[in-house]
């Protein structure tokens, strides 16, 4: 049986890719940080109580900033494959805590692949890699793996850090090591924080008489949104090749954050029309003429990424691997899954000062 570490595991691509692994038949490994409240919910349908025989979900206390802790579970384990999915992952507050960004995001990758190095163990590493690397050069659109990169944040210019390190152990010590460079990916378990996930779930609290308006920042910006189901697939191929090697992954098509907006609304029968430019722009009710969607500057970054599209054209003739999930289907989905759930009103409004 294979067995696989993933660093991440509570996040929204640890739980797919937990998923496909356990289906795959593989045992999985996942570090988990200690929290004052439960963060397992992601992958509480994973779990198995540990007294029963066929487990093969197993949790770790860990942490990207501690060395001891990852070399002991490294020579614990002996994983096959290693998923490097942890990250303080927000790009906004990547403004407010860039030396802890930098330390878990950067370092937490260097840690990890010198544990490998050390412990000597056969394992195949694959980075979590980011279509943010490209941040700064919305020219180079469609980006592939060989256009330049230019970091516009923390989280970017951490994240650049990794994907070198990752290169230089690859080259350095002959590790099979992987950067996937995902563009953005979402899903219903997307962190409540980003703005396809803010946006579902306002429209779910708008219709269900528990929220009044949606305070959003940038409605210009421009990103490639596929399907976080289908890209822990591509994760995956990655480390059933030959060689190690750098994929993009994407969809190819990119759309605004307004009309991610205009999707959404109209899965509740709801037309926006949009007034005003800039700051003083709105999403107003076509029928009712309410004001459903403000624009506020604290959602502004310092340094902002205009326009994201990919070019998988390498992983779609090498990995075979195609999205399945469309741009419509996946709103639709996002926004059919927050209608479904209870969500509390605090969480949403929590959402509307911080994400
Ligand atoms: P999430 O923010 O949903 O998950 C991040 C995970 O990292 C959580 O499990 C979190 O734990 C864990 N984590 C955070 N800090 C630490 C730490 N110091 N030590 C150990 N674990 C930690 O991210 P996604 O699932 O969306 O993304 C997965 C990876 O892919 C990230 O590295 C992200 O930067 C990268 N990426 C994501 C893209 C996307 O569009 N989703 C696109 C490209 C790259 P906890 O639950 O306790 O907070
Ligand atoms: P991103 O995702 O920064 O691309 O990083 P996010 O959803 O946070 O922002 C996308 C774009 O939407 C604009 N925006 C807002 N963003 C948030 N969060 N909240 C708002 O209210 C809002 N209004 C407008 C942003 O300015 C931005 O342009 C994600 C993360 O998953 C990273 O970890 C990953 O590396 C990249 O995707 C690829």
Redesign the pocket.
Known sequence: MKKALI????????SYLAELLLNKGYQVHG???R?STF?TKRIDHLYKDPHNEDVRLFLHY????DSSNLNRLIEKIEPDEIYN?????HVKVSFEVPEYTAE?VGI?TLRLLDAIKETGIKTKFYQ????ELFGGLPETAPQNEKTPFYPKSPYAAAKLYAYWITVNYREAYNLFACNGI????ESPRR?ETFVTRKITMAVANIVKGKQDKLYLGNLNAMRDWGF?GDYVEAMWLMLQQDEPDDYVIATGETHSVREFCEKAFKCVDIDLVWEGTGIDEKGIDKKTGKVLIEVDPRYFRATEVDLLVGDSTKAREKLKWTPRVKFDELVYMMVESDLNTNIVHEECAFTNIIG
């Open positions: 660093t991440g595991i509570t996040g929204q691509d640890g570090i988990i940080r929290a963060n860990g942490d990207l900033t999915l942890a990250a303080q992952s878990v937490g979590a890699s980011t279509s995902l563009f953005n990916h962190g976080a």
